[in-house]
T-cell receptor, first 114, second 115 residues
Framework: AQSVTQLGSHVSVSEGALVLLRCNYS??????LFWYVQYPNQGLQLLLK??????LVKGINGFEAEFKKSETSFHLTKPSAHMSDAAEYFC????????????FGTGTSLTVIP | DTGVSQDPRHKITKRGQNVTFRCDPI?????LYWYRQTLGQGPEFLTY????????KSRLLSDRFSAERPKGSFSTLEIQRTEQGDSAMYLC?????????????FGQGTRLTVV
């Protein structure tokens, strides 16, 4: 069975500060990992994904994430927060065998303080 | 690529009424998913289609819920005899299933309020 844990349901950072959103996964087979962002009353937009190959993946809006198999983690970072980054962020896992669905974490709400 | 489209965006209904939502996926995508999202939670899987075949249903999907995808194009999700607990955002997503690593593209959702 697959699952995702997002530590910290709410994260606040100052504008210009580092953003770090944590995601740990559980999967019995090599995972595919995703980060999505959701703005109020909107659907989910893909930020980035890891499937195979390079473990550091870059996404849109300056975000990146690193797949660490030994830590079963896929934390999302951004060097400098912008006001427009305020949103809900979801980590999700899938895999080749059960790629029929995505398992989502409970989300982290990011607040950016001016 | 016009994205995944969902209709309506908002629906308010009285308890006990039936509602139907529509999803138009990205045209070349063969997989279509329905998820439900309640406040403060991540999306929960309901069901998915590979072309016109419904291949998996979550245990969350009670007998009052039914989904179809005729001809492998658009999909509908119907909820019969709605209950207040059905109030949620219903999200549709589609993907192009190749090697399994394809991401899902989500629509903007239909927010259902049962009063």
């Amino acid at each position: 069975a697959q699952s995702v844990t997002q530590l910290g349901s709410h994260v606040s950072v100052s504008e210009g500060a580092l953003v770090l959103l944590r995601c740990n996964y559980s999967s019995s087979v090599p995972p595919y990992l995703f980060w999505y962002v959701q703005y109020p009353n909107q659907g989910l937009q893909l930020l980035l994904k890891y499937t195979t190959g390079a473990t550091l993946v870059k996404g849109i809006n300056g975000f990146e994430a690193e797949f660490k198999k030994s830590e079963t983690s896929f934390h999302l970072t951004k060097p400098s927060a912008h006001m427009s980054d305020a949103a809900e962020y979801f980590c999700a896992v899938s895999d080749y065998n059960t790629g029929n669905q995505f398992y989502f974490g409970t989300g982290t709400s990011l607040t950016v303080i001016p | 690529d016009t994205g995944v489209s969902q209709d309506p965006r908002h629906k308010i209904t009285k308890r006990g009424q039936n509602v139907t939502f529509r999803c138009d996926p990205i045209s070349e995508h063969n997989r279509l998913y329905w998820y439900r999202q309640t406040l403060g939670q991540g999306p929960e899987f309901l069901t998915y289609f590979q072309n016109e075949a419904q291949l998996e249903k979550s245990r969350l999907l009670s007998d009052r819920f039914s989904a179809e995808r005729p001809k492998g194009s658009f999909s509908t999700l119907e909820i019969q005899r709605t209950e207040q607990g059905d109030s949620a955002m219903y999200l549709c997503a589609s993907s192009l299933r190749t090697g399994g690593e394809a991401e899902a593209f989500f629509g903007q959702g239909t927010r259902l309020t049962v009063v």
